[in-house]
Each structure stands twice: as structure tokens, then as C-alpha cells.
């Protein structure tokens, strides 16, 4: 956007120099004017380093969410501070991430496919170059290029783009070894929301306990945390660095499992689920309808899971209230971070993406009880004393076992448990699949652009259908920021962005995008090019959609439309080939890989 506020300058003033060379017929006039382009141009440019015009950036990343949770997708959440700004914004109807945390978060931060940025699958080192569990230094990080033009960078949330974890462990990798100055979250994945493991601040490791910057009035709650010290960081950068521009990354851990949140927010959703699935599900898809989110052309996927048959319904219903307030609570922290930009001035000139990391979760944590409890009471750990583990079995602070199955009900502290595959189906409303899959289920996204100083009037509160990705996010920043993409990064060549800015569907233009967008995760792979989809599970045989008339994947054209099907297979083998894809089968590591082939042969 700043790009194009000075471009225009720049052809106004041209125009200018030009007329007035031509009417006078005089040498030195055009000279004089050209002249006084550059001292323009240079004036801008020092404006923008300074951060008079530029606009600041939060990025704002939900864990383990469906496409319909929230309220302005139609869902039935209290979400009324994202609302807003999806009322005062833009929302992106077909936005996508890469269907899975680790390399959501990799694609993210750097604005290349994953595998370009080493962590096509998890954070474990599976002995390929687009495989290794850990961010590149062939991709530069959002944080870092911004920063090299003279923003302020802050992290709070999950990372999870290492396998470097231990306290005395490389860091390289680390937040603030990757263009970020002030860092407070989690260097891993899921964790204990009362508790969490890898909780750090800067390069530290630290407890809720022991951590001089930051004690809550009440019980201590990660997502509450997370938004505290975010309001925090901004309430000092307006201290120390008023006159510069910030970039954000606040990345939460609701609503990954376990399952835990506080009791005053699960009390507003007693009783909102108790009728099931079913009921749930078609709610959503009315309302989404209604919202202009779904075409009612489209045939929604099955609902999953008997409600009738479902021997602990108490228990199913608990389930999904604690995953809601769960969202709750974070749009509540949402509207602090939104209220202090508004009590700076800094509302009008932030740009606010909201997003998540892949649809909705169908793993089964904890839903069932472990064959062997450990011991009922365990020693507390101490104020210093770091949470050794990521799952059960595990034990609270003060000396409880942390329990599973379906006879705990969860949300407190002592539990761990996921809300399970039958509420994620109501989650990912109306697509197929979940989070792992690259059907629409596990790779959909919300996206909630808000940007009051950069979004047309008329444009607030409206629906944009052109598709977008992951990696336009870097590219969007670089664009508005007026910032430089390097060639190189500490002396090492760094990739070029694969994204488009999505700067121009902020007014309702067209994007550039000259080549379809891409995936491959667990073997499970897609193409999207403009209204097709090309996609298939892991050895299993394509499948072709249209995605104007049948955005839920319901009706397979492959065999109607072979020449479709084999001109989007060979993009994608192109794309693999040169994305560090290959070999297909890759994310299960090397030995993995040949047992793999030696069975299928």
C-alpha cells in the first residue's frame, strides 16, 4: 500500500516535469524538475524508514481451529472482538494454511512453501533436505526483514519451527535469534495451559512461578498470558520507540488440546451443545449460508458421529464447551491487544491478519484412559522446576497426576483431553477431513484482514473470494512496509518469496498470482489453479474438483476430466520437484521411506 502511495507520487510528479519541459521548451526547467523528484523521492523514503506512512503489523495465528468456530464464519462462539474487526475489515472466503502446525509455522514466518524452509513435516530431523525439523538459513523470517527496515519486532506464542528444545540447547533457531527482539511463549507445540512446557522469555526457560516480568492477579492461563504480555510489549514500545513502526506475532495455543480453560468462561457454554452433532452442525451451515460464506449449491460433507448412540453425552457436551471457551478467552485477550492500539493512536495504521494453523483436530488425545495411572499424588515440582514432559503422563505443579478418558471431565489442570473427531467435524463445517489432510477440512482458514487506514470505506465488512495462501503473507508485509526482501542473509542466499501480496484485495482488485498454490503433507497433496482442485490422500489416486459448484469436495470429476486431472498432476510434480517435495513418501525419513516401498511393492 505504500508502495502504491508513492508510485503515484512518483508518476504525478513526472507528469508534472514532463508538461513543464514540453511548455516552456526549456532543458533546464525539465532538469530542475526531475531534480526535484529525487529530493521527493529520497523525502518519502526517509518518512517511511521513520515510520511516519508505514503501517504496523500483528499477526494474529489461532492452534487446532475449524473454518465455522467463530462467530463472523458462523459458528456459535462468543467471538465479539473478532467480529468487529471482521466488521471493519476484510474476510478472505478461501485462504489456506498447509494443513499441520510445524510447517504452517515455517510457511508462515519465511513466505515459501514449507519444505523450502527445511520443515516439510515436524520438528524431527527425518534426513532430507526438505525434512529436517528445523527453520533453514535459505529463508529469512518475516521478523528479520522487517526489522532490517527499521520496524520493532515481538513475539508471544508458539514457535514450534526447531527441534532444538533443550535449555542448553543450540538456539539458533530460537525467536530472537531470528529477527525478534522482545520474545515471551512456548519454543515447542501443546502443552499444559496452566503449565506450559518450554515456556521461555527471550532465551530463558521459565515457570509461571518464577518469572519476574509477568504474575497474574488470579490463576495463571497461558492464553491469558500470552495476551498480557503482548499488551505489555506494546505498552513499552510505545515508550521506548513511539516514532517507529512494530511487527506483532501473536501466536496462541487455543483451542490445541488438552482441553483446558477457565472456569468462568466455560460456565457461559453449559448446556450449548447438549444436542449433539447434528444440530450443531446444521446451525453453523444455515448461518454461513446466510453470511454469504457457503453456496447453497453446495452439498455439505456427512455429519460424523451418532449422537444417540453416544453412551456419555454429559461428558461428548463438556467437551466442546471447554473447547469453546477456550476461544472465548482468546478473543476476549484479543480485544485487550485491540483496546491498547486504540489507546496509543496505533488502531488506525495496524494491519490485523487473523488466521489459524489447520482445520479442526480428530486426534483422539486422551480420550481414553491409560492401561497404567501413575501414582495419585507426586512431589510438587519447585518455583524453578521446568515441566519435563508435553503429554501424559505428566503431574501438575503442586504434586496431582494429570488424568485421561472418558470419565474426566475436562478444563482444569489435572486433565488432558481432546475434544475428539466428532466435534472437529462440527468444527471444520461444511468441508471433508481434518487437520493432517489436505481436503478443504484440514487446510481452510478464516482470514480477517483489518486495516482502518488502508482499507477502502466501502470495502469494510465484505467478503473477498479470491483464493490466498500462507506464503502472501510475507509478501503482503514486504509490500506494505515498503521493506526489501533480501538476496542474501548473513551472508547466505536466501530463496525468493513464493507469495503475492494481497494488498490489492484489500480494495477489491485482483491479485497477481501467476501460479497455483500448493501442498503436501504425510504424502496427502493438492494443487489449487483457479477454480480446480486436484487432490489426494497418501497412495491413494487423484481427485479432481471443481471448486466454484462443489467447494466441499462431494463429486469427483476425475474420470470426467482426464486432461484437467493430468495437466494439474504435472504442475504439481513440477512444484515438488522444485519445492525439496520429493521423494514422495519423504516425511516418513529415510528407513521409513524404504520400508514403506518395500511394502507397497
Same mark, same amino acid.
Given at each position: 500500500m505504500f508502495r502504491s502511495k508513492f508510485n503515484m507520487m512518483f508518476l504525478q510528479s513526472k507528469r508534472s516535469a514532463v508538461e513543464l519541459a514540453g511548455g516552456a521548451g526549456c532543458r533546464r526547467l525539465f532538469l530542475w524538475a526531475v531534480r526535484s523528484l529525487v529530493i521527493a523521492t529520497v523525502c518519502v523514503a526517509t518518512l517511511a524508514a521513520n515510520g511516519a506512512v508505514r503501517p504496523n503489523v500483528l499477526l494474529i495465528m489461532s492452534d487446532d481451529m475449524g473454518f465455522s468456530d467463530l462467530g463472523c464464519y458462523g459458528g456459535e462462539i462468543q467471538t465479539p472482538n473478532l467480529d468487529a474487526l471482521a466488521k471493519g475489515g476484510v474476510? &478472505?472466503?478461501?485462504?489456506?494454511?498447509?494443513?499441520?502446525?510445524?510447517?504452517?509455522?515455517?510457511?508462515?514466518?519465511?513466505?515459501?512453501?514449507?519444505?523450502?524452509a527445511g520443515i516439510g513435516h515436524m520438528t524431527d530431523d527425518r534426513g532430507l533436505e526438505g525434512?529436517?525439523?528445523?527453520?533453514?538459513?535459505?529463508?529469512?523470517?518475516?521478523?528479520?526483514?522487517?526489522?532490517? %527496515?527499521?520496524?520493532?519486532?515481538?513475539?508471544?506464542?508458539?514457535?514450534?519451527?526447531?527441534?532444538?528444545?533443550a535449555p542448553d540447547a543450540?538456539?539458533?533457531?530460537?525467536?530472537?535469534?531470528?529477527? &525478534?527482539?522482545? &520474545?515471551?511463549?512456548?519454543?515447542?507445540?501443546?502443552?499444559?495451559?496452566?503449565?506450559?512446557?518450554?515456556?521461555c522469555r527471550q532465551n530463558t526457560y521459565i515457570t509461571p512461578e518464577n518469572d519476574p516480568d509477568y504474575s497474574p492477579k488470579e490463576k495463571y492461563y497461558y492464553t491469558d498470558a500470552l495476551?498480557?504480555?503482548?499488551?505489555? &510489549?506494546?505498552?513499552?514500545?510505545?515508550?521506548?520507540s513511539p516514532d517507529k513502526p512494530f511487527f506483532m506475532y501473536l501466536a496462541y495455543t487455543a483451542a490445541h488440546w488438552p482441553m483446558h480453560a477457565l472456569e468462568k468462561d466455560i460456565a457461559k457454554y453449559k448446556g450449548k451443545f447438549d444436542g449433539g452433532y447434528e444440530p450443531a452442525r446444521q446451525a453453523r451451515l444455515k448461518r454461513m449460508k446466510q453470511l454469504g460464506l457457503v453456496d447453497p449449491k453446495w452439498d455439505a460433507a456427512p455429519t460424523v458421529g451418532d449422537w444417540n448412540s453416544t453412551t456419555n453425552k454429559e461428558w461428548e457436551a463438556r467437551c466442546m464447551e471447554v473447547y469453546a471457551a477456550m476461544v472465548d478467552n482468546m478473543d476476549q485477550g484479543i480485544g485487550r491487544v485491540v483496546a491498547q492500539l486504540k489507546q496509543d493512536g496505533r488502531l488506525e495504521n495496524t494491519l490485523i491478519f487473523f488466521l489459524q494453523d489447520n482445520g479442526g483436530c480428530a486426534e483422539p488425545m486422551g480420550r481414553t484412559a491409560p492401561a497404567a495411572q501413575p501414582a495419585k499424588t507426586l512431589k510438587p515440582? %519447585?518455583?524453578?522446576?521446568?515441566?519435563?514432559?508435553?503429554?501424559?503422563?505428566?503431574?501438575?505443579?503442586?504434586?496431582?497426576?494429570?488424568?485421561?478418558?472418558?470419565?474426566?471431565?475436562?478444563?482444569?489442570?489435572?486433565?488432558?483431553?481432546?475434544?475428539?473427531?466428532?466435534?472437529?467435524?462440527?468444527?471444520?463445517?461444511?468441508?471433508?477431513? $481434518?487437520?493432517?489432510?489436505?481436503?478443504e477440512g484440514g487446510i481452510s482458514t478464516p482470514l480477517i484482514v483489518h486495516w482502518p487506514s488502508g482499507i477502502p470505506k466501502n470495502r469494510r465488512g465484505k467478503l473477498e473470494s479470491q483464493p490466498g495462501h500462507l506464503i502472501d503473507v510475507m509478501a503482503t508485509c514486504v509490500d506494505v512496509a515498503g521493506a526489501? $526482501?533480501?538476496?542474501?542473509?548473513?551472508?547466505?542466499?536466501?530463496?525468493?518469496?513464493?507469495?503475492?501480496?494481497?494488498?490489492?484485495?484489500?480494495?477489491?482488485?485482483?491479485?497477481?498470482?501467476?501460479?497455483?498454490?500448493?501442498?503436501e503433507h504425510e504424502g496427502n497433496r493438492a494443487v489449487r489453479d483457479g477454480q480446480w482442485k486436484l487432490v489426494a490422500k497418501e497412495d491413494q489416486p487423484w481427485e479432481l474438483y471443481d471448486m466454484e459448484n462443489d467447494r466441499t469436495e462431494m463429486h469427483n470429476l476425475a474420470t470426467k476430466n482426464p486432461q484437467k486431472l493430468s495437466d494439474l498432476a504435472s504442475k504439481w510434480d513440477a512444484?515438488?520437484?522444485?519445492?525439496?517435495?520429493?521423494?514422495?513418501?519423504a516425511w516418513r525419513g529415510i528407513e521409513g521411506l524404504k520400508k514403506h516401498k518395500k511394502k507397497q511393492n
Amino acid at each position: 500500500m505504500f508502495r502504491s502511495k508513492f508510485n503515484m507520487m512518483f508518476l504525478q510528479s513526472k507528469r508534472s516535469a514532463v508538461e513543464l519541459a514540453g511548455g516552456a521548451g526549456c532543458r533546464r526547467l525539465f532538469l530542475w524538475a526531475v531534480r526535484s523528484l529525487v529530493i521527493a523521492t529520497v523525502c518519502v523514503a526517509t518518512l517511511a524508514a521513520n515510520g511516519a506512512v508505514r503501517p504496523n503489523v500483528l499477526l494474529i495465528m489461532s492452534d487446532d481451529m475449524g473454518f465455522s468456530d467463530l462467530g463472523c464464519y458462523g459458528g456459535e462462539i462468543q467471538t465479539p472482538n473478532l467480529d468487529a474487526l471482521a466488521k471493519g475489515g476484510v474476510r &478472505f472466503t478461501q485462504f489456506y494454511n498447509v494443513g499441520r502446525c510445524c510447517p504452517t509455522r515455517a510457511s508462515l514466518m519465511t513466505g515459501l512453501y514449507p519444505h523450502q524452509a527445511g520443515i516439510g513435516h515436524m520438528t524431527d530431523d527425518r534426513g532430507l533436505e526438505g525434512y529436517r525439523g528445523d527453520l533453514n538459513r535459505q529463508s529469512a523470517t518475516i521478523a528479520e526483514v522487517l526489522r532490517a %527496515g527499521g520496524y520493532r519486532t515481538y513475539m508471544a506464542g508458539k514457535w514450534h519451527v526447531t527441534r532444538f528444545i533443550a535449555p542448553d540447547a543450540d538456539k539458533a533457531n530460537w525467536p530472537v535469534q531470528r529477527g &525478534f527482539e522482545k &520474545f515471551y511463549g512456548t519454543i515447542t507445540g501443546a502443552g499444559s495451559f496452566y503449565d506450559p512446557t518450554t515456556l521461555c522469555r527471550q532465551n530463558t526457560y521459565i515457570t509461571p512461578e518464577n518469572d519476574p516480568d509477568y504474575s497474574p492477579k488470579e490463576k495463571y492461563y497461558y492464553t491469558d498470558a500470552l495476551s498480557d504480555n503482548a499488551v505489555r &510489549f506494546l505498552e513499552q514500545h510505545g515508550k521506548e520507540s513511539p516514532d517507529k513502526p512494530f511487527f506483532m506475532y501473536l501466536a496462541y495455543t487455543a483451542a490445541h488440546w488438552p482441553m483446558h480453560a477457565l472456569e468462568k468462561d466455560i460456565a457461559k457454554y453449559k448446556g450449548k451443545f447438549d444436542g449433539g452433532y447434528e444440530p450443531a452442525r446444521q446451525a453453523r451451515l444455515k448461518r454461513m449460508k446466510q453470511l454469504g460464506l457457503v453456496d447453497p449449491k453446495w452439498d455439505a460433507a456427512p455429519t460424523v458421529g451418532d449422537w444417540n448412540s453416544t453412551t456419555n453425552k454429559e461428558w461428548e457436551a463438556r467437551c466442546m464447551e471447554v473447547y469453546a471457551a477456550m476461544v472465548d478467552n482468546m478473543d476476549q485477550g484479543i480485544g485487550r491487544v485491540v483496546a491498547q492500539l486504540k489507546q496509543d493512536g496505533r488502531l488506525e495504521n495496524t494491519l490485523i491478519f487473523f488466521l489459524q494453523d489447520n482445520g479442526g483436530c480428530a486426534e483422539p488425545m486422551g480420550r481414553t484412559a491409560p492401561a497404567a495411572q501413575p501414582a495419585k499424588t507426586l512431589k510438587p515440582f %519447585g518455583p524453578d522446576d521446568l515441566q519435563p514432559k508435553i503429554w501424559p503422563p505428566m503431574q501438575t505443579r503442586d504434586g496431582r497426576r494429570v488424568r485421561q478418558g472418558s470419565d474426566v471431565m475436562p478444563g482444569p489442570e489435572d486433565t488432558y483431553i481432546g475434544y475428539g473427531r466428532n466435534w472437529a467435524n462440527v468444527s471444520n463445517t461444511p468441508f471433508r477431513e $481434518y487437520k493432517h489432510w489436505v481436503h478443504e477440512g484440514g487446510i481452510s482458514t478464516p482470514l480477517i484482514v483489518h486495516w482502518p487506514s488502508g482499507i477502502p470505506k466501502n470495502r469494510r465488512g465484505k467478503l473477498e473470494s479470491q483464493p490466498g495462501h500462507l506464503i502472501d503473507v510475507m509478501a503482503t508485509c514486504v509490500d506494505v512496509a515498503g521493506a526489501r $526482501y533480501p538476496r542474501e542473509l548473513n551472508g547466505v542466499r536466501i530463496q525468493p518469496m513464493e507469495g503475492v501480496t494481497l494488498a490489492p484485495a484489500f480494495g477489491g482488485k485482483a491479485l497477481n498470482r501467476k501460479e497455483p498454490i500448493f501442498w503436501e503433507h504425510e504424502g496427502n497433496r493438492a494443487v489449487r489453479d483457479g477454480q480446480w482442485k486436484l487432490v489426494a490422500k497418501e497412495d491413494q489416486p487423484w481427485e479432481l474438483y471443481d471448486m466454484e459448484n462443489d467447494r466441499t469436495e462431494m463429486h469427483n470429476l476425475a474420470t470426467k476430466n482426464p486432461q484437467k486431472l493430468s495437466d494439474l498432476a504435472s504442475k504439481w510434480d513440477a512444484w515438488a520437484a522444485r519445492a525439496s517435495v520429493l521423494p514422495l513418501g519423504a516425511w516418513r525419513g529415510i528407513e521409513g521411506l524404504k520400508k514403506h516401498k518395500k511394502k507397497q511393492n
